[in-house]
């Protein structure tokens, strides 16, 4: 049962969205209140597993009270008025802990209107298992000859990351030094749109290079690909005379875990390519993407790190990991870019 907690500040809203929300199977309104002092309480007492938040205009307050909810570690579905700055807030409001982001009907609207797009992201945010095991990925073709005897770069760091993953990449990805020797694969579970920015905003802030990974991009040495959103990000190996590299190829498969991109598909694709001299860290995230990926780094020798419960926001992927035995290390989110930088230099 998905416990849903709704805080706005118009009492109509609140018993509106509770009216529609009660009405669908699997799902219940726990409770409801307006941003007050009270509610933090309120909440504790309602004991919710998603939160739906107003975010007002200007939206600097309700990003605030976002970040002040990231003590519950609850997935949050931004309820908001469209208007042109919300683009502008975007990510912050993602780095801030929301999830989903649902438009508020236009005046005279008939709250209905809004009852399947609420529905879809209340229930994608909340469990993203898949009824049964994907089929494992086949690699496609790989272009390469018997003379091929190393790779560039020698290192690959495969990054998986969901719910409160912005600010955690923010955390890893700044560490990283300039002439870090490692390529860097990112997939942020984010919806359409979104990865450009963030790709954008991480580059702003850090030493290694950022950006939104293109069709037949390879793995550079300090450059960090992002996984654009709606498209899984795979990688097959190719050969320059006796120089080997891992190459972009985007698809649009049919979702994994009811994601696209998902962690496990670029890992896989990663792993066989770099083997040992690979590096798979799963962050804070819901859901079991990156058990898959996890374990084919293991099986090629690479290690694997997890961020640990304490500094995760949603401790859902990496406890999966761990579950299954594929944690090599579980550490605090602030260790974890010195670790592989440690892993890499040894």
């Given at each position: 049962m998905i416990r849903v907690f709704i805080i706005d500040d118009s009492v109509l809203i609140r018993f509106a969205l509770t009216q529609?929300?009660?009405?669908?199977?699997?799902?219940?309104?726990?409770?409801?209140?307006?941003?007050?002092?009270?509610?933090?309480?309120t909440i504790e007492a309602a004991k919710p597993n998603m939160l739906i938040l107003d975010i007002p205009i200007p939206r600097e307050t309700g990003i605030k009270y976002?970040?002040?909810?990231?003590?519950?570690?609850?997935?949050?579905?931004v309820f908001t008025k469209s208007d042109k700055t919300i683009a502008q807030d975007l990510i912050p409001l993602l780095e801030a802990g929301a999830v989903g982001f649902v438009i508020k009907p236009e005046k005279d609207a008939p709250i209905s209107d809004i009852r399947d797009q609420l529905v879809?992201?209340?229930?994608?945010?909340?469990?993203?298992?898949?009824?049964?095991?994907?089929?494992?990925?086949?690699?496609?073709?790989?272009?390469k000859t018997a003379r091929v005897s190393f790779q560039s770069p020698l290192w690959c760091v495969a990054i998986g990351s969901s719910t409160?993953?912005?600010?955690?990449?923010?955390?890893?990805?700044?560490?990283?030094?300039?002439?870090?020797?490692?390529?860097?694969?990112?997939?942020?579970?984010?919806?359409?749109?979104?990865t450009t920015r963030f790709a954008a905003r991480l580059n702003e802030n850090s030493h290694v290079a950022v950006k939104e990974a293109a069709q037949g991009d390879i793995i550079k040495a300090g450059v960090a690909l992002l996984a654009p959103a709606d498209y899984h990000m795979e990688f097959q190996e190719a050969a320059e005379g006796h120089i080997k590299h891992a190459e972009v190829r985007l698809?649009?498969?049919?979702?994994?875990?009811?994601?696209?991109?998902?962690?496990?598909?670029?890992?896989?694709?990663?792993?066989?390519?770099?083997?040992?001299?690979?590096?798979?860290?799963?962050l804070t995230g819901m859901g079991e993407d990156g058990v898959i990926g996890m374990r084919t780094v293991k099986q090629c020798g690479?290690?694997?790190?997890?961020?640990?419960?304490?500094?995760?926001?949603?401790?859902?992927?990496?406890?999966?990991?761990?579950?299954?035995?594929?944690?090599?290390?579980?550490?605090?989110?602030?260790?974890?870019?010195?670790?592989?930088m440690e892993i890499i230099k040894s």
């Amino acid at each position: 049962m998905i416990r849903v907690f709704i805080i706005d500040d118009s009492v109509l809203i609140r018993f509106a969205l509770t009216q529609l929300l009660n009405q669908e199977e699997g799902i219940v309104v726990v409770g409801d209140a307006p941003p007050n002092e009270d509610l933090f309480k309120t909440i504790e007492a309602a004991k919710p597993n998603m939160l739906i938040l107003d975010i007002p205009i200007p939206r600097e307050t309700g990003i605030k009270y976002l970040k002040r909810l990231h003590k519950f570690r609850l997935p949050a579905v931004v309820f908001t008025k469209s208007d042109k700055t919300i683009a502008q807030d975007l990510i912050p409001l993602l780095e801030a802990g929301a999830v989903g982001f649902v438009i508020k009907p236009e005046k005279d609207a008939p709250i209905s209107d809004i009852r399947d797009q609420l529905v879809y992201e209340i229930r994608h945010n909340i469990s993203r298992k898949a009824d049964a095991c994907p089929v494992p990925y086949q690699k496609s073709a790989i272009t390469k000859t018997a003379r091929v005897s190393f790779q560039s770069p020698l290192w690959c760091v495969a990054i998986g990351s969901s719910t409160g993953g912005p600010e955690a990449l923010m955390e890893v990805v700044t560490k990283f030094p300039e002439n870090f020797p490692a390529g860097i694969a990112i997939v942020q579970h984010m919806p359409v749109g979104f990865t450009t920015r963030f790709a954008a905003r991480l580059n702003e802030n850090s030493h290694v290079a950022v950006k939104e990974a293109a069709q037949g991009d390879i793995i550079k040495a300090g450059v960090a690909l992002l996984a654009p959103a709606d498209y899984h990000m795979e990688f097959q190996e190719a050969a320059e005379g006796h120089i080997k590299h891992a190459e972009v190829r985007l698809t649009q498969d049919p979702p994994q875990w009811l994601l696209r991109p998902t962690v496990d598909h670029m890992m896989m694709c990663l792993a066989p390519i770099y083997g040992s001299h690979m590096v798979g860290v799963v962050l804070t995230g819901m859901g079991e993407d990156g058990v898959i990926g996890m374990r084919t780094v293991k099986q090629c020798g690479g290690r694997t790190i997890v961020q640990n419960k304490e500094t995760s926001v949603v401790f859902g992927m990496g406890q999966e990991v761990i579950k299954n035995n594929l944690a090599d290390e579980v550490l605090p989110l602030n260790k974890i870019a010195e670790r592989v930088m440690e892993i890499i230099k040894s």
